[in-house]
């Protein structure tokens, strides 16, 4: 079975903080991860995707690898209010195009 | 580019009535779509996977009989809801995606809101 565990939150952080965000997978044929933002009552939109080990960064965004340790985290740099949403963690293997969704972790920016 | 239509947003339908809900890809060509259902402060699970000219492949537990899908044209799937219940009420999206892109990425409609009375 294979499983995404993200801690459901909520998380709270005060504007203009670091938010960071975690998540594990037990699969470890798990190849493509990938940071879904999803505002209530929306669809999820892509944040970024990771699949090398260490940190990719993209504006306020860096997500960061460990294969080894079989976690994958994000960090939001310079909280918004507009930060406020539930983060959606997924995870695919190579040649497999399902992705296997967390639970998301409810993230509230304090103005 | 990369933009995917779902139609209706949003239904309202009594219960043992069908529902028909569509996908399209606008922009590119869909090798494959997802059909998900989302509850309320739950995650998306995904129902079935679907190929273009073949039948979908659905996950356990989701009853194919009653959740129809098919995936005529590389651009548009349709998921009907046979005889619906209260308790298929959910909010349903759809993603689609190019086989061969790498990292395989999936692109997600705005979803579409099923209320069953």
């Given amino acids: 079975q294979k499983e995404v565990e993200q801690n459901s939150g909520p998380l709270s952080v005060p504007e203009g903080a670091i938010a960071s965000l975690n998540c594990t997978y037990s699969d470890r044929g798990s190849q493509s991860f990938f940071w879904y933002r999803q505002y209530s009552g929306k669809s999820p939109e892509l944040i970024m995707f990771i699949y090398s080990n260490g940190d990719k960064e993209d504006g306020r965004f860096t997500a960061q690898l460990n294969k080894a340790s079989q976690y994958v985290s994000l960090l939001i740099r310079d909280s918004q209010p507009s930060d406020s949403a539930t983060y959606l963690c997924a995870v695919s293997n190579f040649g497999n195009e399902k992705l296997t969704f967390g639970t998301g972790t409810r993230l509230t920016i304090i103005p | ?117």
């Fill in chain 2, 1 to 117: 580019g990369a933009v995917v239509s779902q139609h209706p947003s949003w239904v309202i339908c009594k219960s043992g009535t069908s529902v028909k809900i569509e996908c399209r890809s606008l922009d590119f060509q869909a090798t494959t779509m997802f059909w998900y259902r989302q509850f309320p402060k739950q995650s998306l699970m995904l129902m079935a996977t679907s190929n273009e000219g073949s039948k979908a492949t659905y996950e356990q537990g989701v009853e194919k009989d009653k959740f129809l899908i098919n995936h005529a044209s590389l651009t548009l799937s349709t998921l009907t809801v046979t005889s619906a219940h209260p308790e298929d009420s959910s909010f349903y999206i759809c993603s689609a995606g190019r086989r061969g892109q790498r990292p395989y990425e999936q692109y997600f409609g705005p979803g579409t809101r099923l209320t069953v009375t």
